[in-house]
């Protein structure tokens, strides 16, 4: 029987994941199969037993069991730790079940490797301040931001996320946080990134326009067969760029693929497939 992977989400009819990894597994002659599986909202944890227990070597984890991830594994990986979220679940050698969180790496690398964007030094606008920024932080002021600037809906939000990573900053670096109100007058910024769930509904931030410039490159963790509301936002704003998640998406599954096999799939030629199998829909 060939090794088995599965997403655990719910709904997760939608998931991209058995696409990019059977890509991957193709491409690194991998003998795998990668399913996505919709779990009962109360029955996560033994479905991760059961399925750790049975053939399966590794899984992924979606919305919204990320959290519940991260309680059930017994190890962690340091990222993992401090993002509050696991989207990578196996079983190591002792048989513990480990937890890894792939999302702000592949957000990162899609950012500096595939898009040539500089981090270090960099002035980074956030909106949100749920799970998912909460998952990105510490490999955005790995990779140097000079000063992270978190705004959010529900400002105290984002207050007690930046603090919790405040620990973490090196002396030339700051974190700061506030409500989109503290964002009138503000200079622009160097990089937003738009990490609230608002791109799913179609609606947008209330986002002041000084924050954008035509130096500054957008992204939106949210991707989509149609530009994002956010993307279209800077691109009316006349932003030098305006990335969608795609790319995030496919560079986190590469680091759960290094996690499980050992090998690091190429993504270049994976990103341009999705893109062009969303295209077709
Ligand atoms: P996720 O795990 O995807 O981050 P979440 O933890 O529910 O999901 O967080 C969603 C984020 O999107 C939050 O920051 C939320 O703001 P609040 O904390 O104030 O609720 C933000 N969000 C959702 N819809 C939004 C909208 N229409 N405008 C601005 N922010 C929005």
Not at 197 to 216: F, K, R
């Amino acid at each position: 029987m060939l090794d088995q992977y599965a997403v655990f989400g719910n709904p997760i009819s939608h998931s991209r994941s058995p696409f990019i990894h059977d890509c991957f597994a193709r491409q690194q002659d991998q003998q795998m199969q990668y399913r996505a599986i919709e779990v009962a909202l109360d029955g996560f944890n033994q479905a991760v037993e059961d399925f750790l227990q049975a053939e399966g070597k590794g899984l992924n984890v979606t919305v919204p069991f990320k959290e519940q991830a991260w309680s059930l594994a017994e190890h962690r990986t340091a990222r993992a730790e401090l993002a509050g979220a696991v989207n990578t679940l196996w079983r190591d050698q002792q048989g513990r079940i480990c937890g890894d969180n792939t999302d702000g790496v592949g957000l990162v690398n899609d950012l500096m490797h595939n898009n040539a964007v500089k981090l270090n030094g960099a002035r980074v606008l956030i909106l949100g301040a749920g799970g998912a920024v909460r998952g990105v932080l510490q490999p955005l002021l790995e990779a140097g931001c000079r000063e992270v600037m978190i705004v959010n809906r529900t400002a105290e939000k984002a207050k007690v996320l930046a603090a919790h990573f405040q620990e973490m900053l090196s002396v030339d670096q700051q974190i700061n946080a506030g409500g989109y109100a503290d964002l009138e007058n503000s200079q622009a910024y160097d990089v937003i990134i738009n990490g609230t769930s608002a791109s799913l509904s179609g609606s947008l931030p209330p986002i002041n326009a000084s924050v954008v410039s035509t130096n500054t490159l957008c992204y939106d963790m949210m991707y989509g067969a149609k530009p994002t509301t956010f993307c279209q936002w800077a691109v009316d704003h006349s932003a030098a760029r305006a990335i969608d998640g795609l790319g995030m998406l496919v560079e986190q599954a590469a680091e759960a693929f290094l996690c499980w096999r050992g090998v690091r799939p190429e993504t270049a030629p994976v990103i341009a497939l999705l893109r062009q199998s969303l295209a077709h829909q």
